[in-house]
T-cell receptor, first 114, second 118 residues
Framework: AQKVTQAQTEISVVEKEDVTLDCVYE???????LFWYKQPPSGELVFLIR??????QNEISGRYSWNFQKSTSSFNFTITASQVVDSAVYFC???????????FGAGTTVTVRA | EAGVTQFPSHSVIEKGQTVTLRCDPI?????LYWYRRVMGKEIKFLLH????????ESGMPNNRFLAERTGGTYSTLKVQPAELEDSGVYFC????????????????FGPGTRLLVL
């Protein structure tokens, strides 16, 4: 069985602060895929990043960065210098090899105050 | 390129009525998924189509839910008869099924249909 845990329910920060979202996963698959999605107030799920289990390189995209550590089964997400537009619910998700259905964490609500 | 679209965006029905949700995937995407998030719960997988075939329907809660994907294009999810516990947001996602690793199996989601059963 696959499980994703996002222990932080809500995080509130002031603009320009950094915020890190934790994601811990459980899986018995040796090949798996990790994802982060953003759900802004408008409701759609926006794809942010996908990571394959065999690629542990960390990644940076603008103000976003991701830290993948297989040793601790974690895939954490950091927003640097947060902005009000970063306010959203962020979901971490996991899929195994085919058929690729996603298992989601409960989501972390990030509120960035001006 | 158009994204995944879902119709309607909102639906309010009474218990016992029937509702049909529609999803149009990204053009060329063979894989189509349905998920739902009921109030206070996590987003849960319902089923997966590959073209017109049901690949995995292990997440369908009961036989009041019927999903179809005629011709391998758009999909419908019918709830008949609707119950109070069916209220929630129903998401559709689609993904490619090809040989390009970077795009393989990344699911792109639609805006969801918010269903309220009274």
């Amino acid at each position: 069985a696959q499980k994703v845990t996002q222990a932080q329910t809500e995080i509130s920060v002031v603009e320009k602060e950094d915020v890190t979202l934790d994601c811990v996963y459980e899986t018995r698959d040796t090949t798996y895929y990790l994802f982060w999605y953003k759900q802004p107030p408008s409701g759609e799920l926006v794809f942010l990043i996908r990571r394959n289990s065999f690629d542990e390189q960390n990644e940076i995209s603008g103000r976003y960065s991701w830290n993948f550590q297989k040793s601790t089964s974690s895939f954490n997400f950091t927003i640097t210098a947060s902005q009000v537009v970063d306010s959203a619910v962020y979901f971490c998700a996991l899929s195994g090899p085919s058929p690729y259905k996603l298992s989601f964490g409960a989501g972390t609500t990030v509120t960035v105050r001006a | 390129e158009a994204g995944v679209t879902q119709f309607p965006s909102h639906s309010v029905i009474e218990k016992g009525q029937t509702v049909t949700l529609r999803c149009d995937p990204i053009s060329g995407h063979d894989n189509l998924y349905w998920y739902r998030r009921v109030m206070g719960k996590e987003i849960k997988f319902l089923l997966h189509f590959v073209k017109e075939s049901k690949q995995d329907e292990s997440g369908m809660p009961n036989n009041r839910f019927l999903a179809e994907r005629t011709g391998g294009t758009y999909s419908t999810l019918k709830v008949q008869p609707a119950e109070l516990e069916d209220s929630g947001v129903y998401f559709c996602a689609s993904s490619q099924d090809g040989v390009v690793a970077e795009t393989l199996e990344t699911q792109y989601f639609g805006p969801g249909t918010r269903l309220l059963v009274l």
